[in-house]
């Protein structure tokens, strides 16, 4: 089967908008065992979307289409398809059935712009859209088939999988595929790549290494294809699995929040936080993952240094003398934590997230964490000399993966912490 | 000028990487008001990337490549390019130079995987990469400027803004453009478009009306071009921002976070925050926002019942009575916290996520927000079934929201809460 992807939306031509709705769709059409040749994207021209159109699927057995179904004035793509097709477009009845009772259901009023969705290619189908207003267009142009879909993330997952899948899948068989997707925190692509042109200088070349670095997480892919793909996978996955070693989160998806958090829940430990630099990062991060309450009782954002004082005890004198990014504030910060929380663990987190505030000996990208229990708390400063937003992930991510080699004892720190020189 | 934009990443056709550059250089792009005429993305397949180069290079002026250039065995742009070219690839000495010189600054050790990034196509001229060890790569195909940009996005940015703009500017001239992008929250992408077309059913043609919805925040954006673009789009501004009205936070970029932090610091009122099930992301949120801490001295995540009592003073009768997500209990939290954290301003939530913890009489998706003053403190129950973690998200700005509406004495609620008939 060729596929092929058109994407259309003048705020993806303009850079108002990053589209995530392609790699959603790549990711299940590849899971599928089938690939995506070639994604195109162009703005709401009409003219130029037209040809598009035409073009692609005189070119492909399946052209996915995404975007333009909207309400607005900018969403042209089911005018682009009638045109292609040279039919015009009417009110499709099973569409206002469909924006009828998805308006019902949610007690909205239906107003003039929706009823803009209504109107079809003359001929098509609709695909059902369980979560949105839009519906998708099917039809045939030539031997390809065109699938139109929302530009609604949410409502394009769902009509993705429950609508298009099972319809490509009846009509295209699929590549046997195997792929494992391996999370790993604080070892960078090209560390991991080198240790594997060290180790393995024969990596078999049907054994497809792929990274995807999706701050803090880094992810392994491994992908084979064929007969045996099964046995060869988890072969190499073991492999690489050993030079990754104790940076290795688990599988994908999943984030350090839910790895810590997991790693906790078997241990039947609980966890406090005292954020001041991160701001309420780390416990947002925690609380995120469902089921966090069984670990997570609760957290201090103690940004002030009054806050710090009233609600982690820690001492005037100490904050006079050392300020409140040093290690002797740290350390209170984590004590008062599992005083004020009764946690079993903490993490506390006091630096310089800039751009104001540094200084000669503590300049912008200074952070000193205190994490682990009340008889194991162990101190650490670190340096990360990066603007405000990446400073706060990485030091939410720093804290985290602390916690985790903590609970698991891990000894270390992760190899990013470490590859610069004494 | 005809420029047509290049992306390559196997991670980009199997959906493992969302793709943000892309965006980030049309945005530039446009801004100067040049404009991107297709984006076309392939695979790390070197026969097809060779050959889309060629395609693309011979039906343009510029054609900027993305992605490629890192140390990995699937970054293979500069190949391709030498391929395309009839070039082979050989040692570069000024990537040479700029890598040494990268790791030297940071301390690294400069390993047998970076060094693949010196071996650049024959006669090519490289681009200065600031931030990273990847130079870009300039050439010409034919009549076509070609430059091949890192996928590290941070690299990108500085390198699109201090090299490749300066030299796209100097040798094309670019049109007069006008835009106004207007950030807004709670009204919805049609219910503006419906008051538009109420209101004015003339809205010019030459007045580009586009929407981005980029949850929690929509942006609005008007584009002119040409002569009195600059009158006109002033004029078509005030008529929009009056029907948007009290839904306007301001000018792009802006985020809810820091339209209440502004609006705090110009009334010289502090905030604290007291949340359960959103965990501290109003926090972050806040903090995120350089310069927060004349504003924000802290917040307490209260997530469990005991929490809530033992810094929150929340009554454990009411808890028992009324249960964590009541009326009576985000009364008590959002009181505790004026006390515990000494703010002059509070909000305070607590709701239930889900998956999991929902009821008959209170289903997942309700919650309960507190906010304001010790003495005017209002209450009010929401209700968003949506999943946990879009939830947290809006719950995160509604709360925010709410806050701005009380510093502005803003009466009424965002339209997307009202919306629902009664």
Redesign the interface.
């Given at each position: 089967m060729k596929l092929q992807l058109l994407l259309t939306g003048?705020?993806?031509?303009?850079?108002?908008?990053?589209?995530?709705n392609?790699?959603?769709?790549?990711?299940?059409?590849?899971n599928y065992g089938w690939?995506?040749?070639?994604?195109?994207?162009?703005?709401d021209d009409l003219p130029l979307l037209e040809n598009q159109i035409r073009d692609l699927a005189s070119d492909s057995d399946v052209l996915i289409i995404n975007g333009g179904l909207?309400?607005?004035?900018?969403d042209m793509t089911s005018l682009a398809l009638a045109n292609a097709t040279g039919n015009v477009i009417t009110e499709h009845p099973d569409a206002l059935t469909h924006l009828t009772q998805w308006c019902e259901q949610?007690?909205?009023?239906l107003?003039?712009?929706?009823l803009k969705q209504t109107m079809l290619p003359k001929g098509c189908s609709i695909i059902a859209n369980a979560r949105g207003s839009a519906v998708g267009i099917k039809l045939k142009i030539g031997s390809c088939l065109v699938l139109a879909t929302p530009g609604?993330p949410?409502e394009l997952r769902t009509m993705m999988r429950d609508e298009i899948i099972p319809l490509l899948d009846a009509q295209f068989a699929s590549d046997y595929i195997q792929t494992q997707?391996l999370a790993v925190f604080g070892l960078g692509?090209?560390?991991i790549?080198?240790k594997v042109?060290t180790r393995y200088p024969d990596w078999p070349d049907d054994v497809?290494?792929?990274?995807?670095?999706?701050m803090p997480v880094l992810?392994v892919?491994l992908?084979t294809r064929g007969q045996n793909a099964g046995e060869k996978i988890n072969e190499w996955r073991g492999k690489i699995i050993e030079l990754i070693d104790d940076h290795l989160l688990g599988d994908m998806p999943l984030s350090l929040a839910q790895a810590v958090i997991a790693a906790a829940k078997a241990k039947n430990l609980s966890i406090g936080?005292a954020?001041s630099?991160?701001?309420?990062?780390?416990?947002?991060e925690?609380?995120?993952v469902?089921?966090?309450?069984t670990v997570?009782?609760?957290?201090?954002?103690?940004?002030?240094n009054?806050?710090k004082q009233?609600?982690l005890a820690v001492s005037e004198s100490s904050l006079a003398s050392d300020g409140a990014v040093s290690e002797v504030v740290v350390r209170q910060m984590a004590q008062g934590a599992l005083l004020?929380?009764?946690s079993d663990l903490v993490v506390a987190v006091t630096g310089i997230?800039?751009?104001?505030g540094g200084s000669e000996d503590k300049p912008v990208g200074t952070v000193w964490i205190a994490w682990g229990s009340q008889d194991d708390l162990r101190v650490k400063k670190f340096f990360l000399p990066v603007d405000?937003?990446?400073f706060?992930t990485l030091v939410t991510a720093l804290g985290l993966d602390l916690l985790r080699r903590h609970i698991l004892d891990i000894p270390g720190l992760p190899e990013l912490m470490t590859?610069?020189?004494a």
């Open positions: 003048n705020e993806l031509m303009a850079g108002d908008t990053i589209d995530s392609s790699a959603m769709i790549a990711e299940l059409i590849t690939r995506i040749d070639r994604k195109t994207t162009v703005g909207g309400p607005t004035v900018d949610r007690g909205f009023r107003n003039a712009a929706n609604v949410s997707r692509e090209s560390s790549q080198e042109n497809e290494l792929g990274f995807r670095a999706s992810e892919k992908t936080t954020e630099c991160t701001g309420g990062r780390i416990a947002a925690l609380t995120g469902a089921g966090s309450s997570f009782p609760g957290g201090i954002v103690s940004y002030s009054a806050i009233q609600l004020a929380l009764g997230a800039g751009p104001d405000r937003s990446l706060q590859r610069r020189k």
